[in-house]
């Protein structure tokens, strides 16, 4: 049961309390929907950063520099790791959230990593409701910051207000980086690390890319901007940037367009994992597992099961 | 209309019947799926080797080289580049087809490039319908080649027989490599470019981390071979890793048990997206669209819409 005393001690960022909200969404509790409709009427203040890229690009160092930059200017900062997590190589996460410990007890931040178990990837909705929580608790930017590779890279986008993509000089230097959906959803891009050899070129090839969208005066042309993080160079631009691009969607009305699609896709989610809890139950499930040796064998195909499975559903959902 | 004519063609591997059957299966026509199960009965012999791994790492080339391989053989291979095209970046994918002309006019081979359209990522059902069509056109072996990054380097093994992954002395390297997914789905590893500084010392990280996987006497511990893929070196040593996994998958039982989980998620697919179609039928669209700006006034949460439209769901479906 949640009362309203725990609901107010979030919105007075308790951190305890907003710890537990964050605990309650993740284990899928199903008092977490209520936590969320009555968190929801003081949502929507928080700025949302996505920062992604390649591994070893420099995100956490990225996302650390800001966090400073930020609470120098006393605004409260919400970090959530975006964190693929497998039982095989979880443990490799500990150097990030080592570099983390740094910044991570000040008062005014508030540090989760949250994992996209079993989907193999995919920023799941409970990464965007821990946001929520954060948001209804008062911080002021919440940097979702992605670890590993895998849809979550991209998925970044949905749910940031600014998305910025961290490239390294070497990634520029390959064709093939420009054929990651990175280069389509950053709003800006930092070169990192960019002390190293190759930097102007990786710049001029970036740019390059970047002319080749359309754009016109109405729409944004993602700038790059260079930054050593380790350094802590770079990280004012980065930051007047962010402030730029928002300034940008505020006055073209894009950032309401923009958090109403992000809705909009978070609403369909819900509705389809509704639906497949429903559709996935223990005996649908078990026939479709008895079907799949006669599937196997050629003796029926995987289109006519799935036809029967959708006759089936319709058929006894009320 | 698909004639008894049209089905005994592709069965013949009459390469513009199986041309033009991809070709129906990618537009999502609604014949495709009658040509799907009627050729059904004819799949399963086809061995199917998914290669993936990080952009650069070499795929094409070792693609090239396995190809070459096995045409020596005179087996007849089916590859399908598994796309994320995007319409900004697009044209850059004009590099790895290009080296793949040089093996692309030979009657054994059949070379399809798939996009995964739209999806940001994801093996679409689609790609894997094509590689059912080189099923039953009869060819030997069915490559899926991943280009670029995104959620379909993951989705691989769960299409492939036997997964290959990719890397380069400098992916070992970095700590971050190893968090990825990949290191969890390869069934060996090719370590290319390996004539590169750093070669060796990425050989003993990659195996350390291999050798902290859990397995016994009955699992597969996954190899690593090296290979400079672009001067043929170690083609022939991925080969026969390829057969011994093969074998290995046939004596246990595992190839059926792999193939039935895999045919599992592709009729979970199937259902899903028949669900899907009936649910976001143009008025349901419209209300969720028409309730986006309560939303991000804080008027109402996600969730309170999400419900309201799975309890109309519910109502209207028949």
Redesign the interface.
């Known amino acids: 049961m949640q009362s309203e005393n725990f609901i107010q001690r979030i919105f007075e960022n308790d951190k305890r309390a907003v710890s537990r909200a964050i605990t309650i969404i993740e284990t899928g509790n199903s008092n977490s929907?209520c936590i969320?409709?009555d968190l929801?009427?003081?949502?929507?203040r928080a700025y949302r950063i996505g920062i992604t890229g390649?591994?070893?690009a420099g995100k956490s160092s990225l996302t650390n520099q800001l966090t400073k930059y930020y609470l120098a200017l006393n605004k409260k900062i919400g970090i959530i790791a975006v964190d693929?997590t497998?039982p095989?190589?979880g443990g490799?996460?500990l150097?990030d959230r080592v570099r983390m410990s740094e910044i991570g007890c000040n008062d005014g931040i508030f540090i989760r990593s949250m994992a996209t178990r079993g989907s193999?990837?995919?920023l799941s909705n409970k990464t965007i409701d821990a946001a929520d929580v954060l948001d209804a608790a008062g911080y002021d930017y919440i940097i979702f910051e992605t670890?590993?590779?895998?849809?979550s890279?991209?998925?970044i986008a949905k749910v940031a207000d600014t998305t910025i993509v961290v490239l390294v000089p070497e990634s520029g230097d390959?064709?093939?980086?420009?054929?990651?959906?990175?280069?389509?959803i950053g709003d800006f891009f930092v070169l990192n690390k960019c002390d190293r050899p190759g930097a102007d070129n990786a710049m001029v090839a970036l740019k390059t890319?970047l002319l080749?969208?359309d754009h016109n005066e109405n729409s944004w042309l993602p700038n790059i901007i260079m930054s050593v993080a380790s350094e802590n160079k770079g990280t004012k631009s980065i930051a007047d940037e962010i402030e730029r691009h928002r300034l940008f969607l505020d006055q073209h009305g894009f950032l309401?367009e923009k958090?109403?699609a992000n809705?909009?896709i978070?609403?369909?989610e819900?509705?389809?994992h509704?639906?497949?809890n429903?559709?996935?139950k223990e005996e649908r499930t078990k026939n479709?597992?008895d079907?799949?040796?006669k599937?196997?064998?050629?003796?029926?195909?995987?289109?006519?099961?799935?036809?029967s499975?959708?006759l089936d559903?319709?058929s006894t959902?009320?």
């Open positions: 929907t969320l409709k929801h009427k003081k949502i929507g390649p591994p070893g693929p497998s095989f190589t490799a996460l150097g193999l990837g995919g670890v590993g590779v895998g849809q890279e991209l998925d390959s064709i093939q980086a420009m054929k990651a959906g990175l280069m389509e890319i080749m969208k309401k958090r109403e809705y909009k978070r609403i369909k819900i509705v389809e509704l639906i497949k429903e559709l996935w479709l597992q079907s799949l040796a599937v196997a064998d050629g003796e029926t195909s995987p289109y006519e099961i799935a036809e499975i959708f559903f319709k959902i009320k």
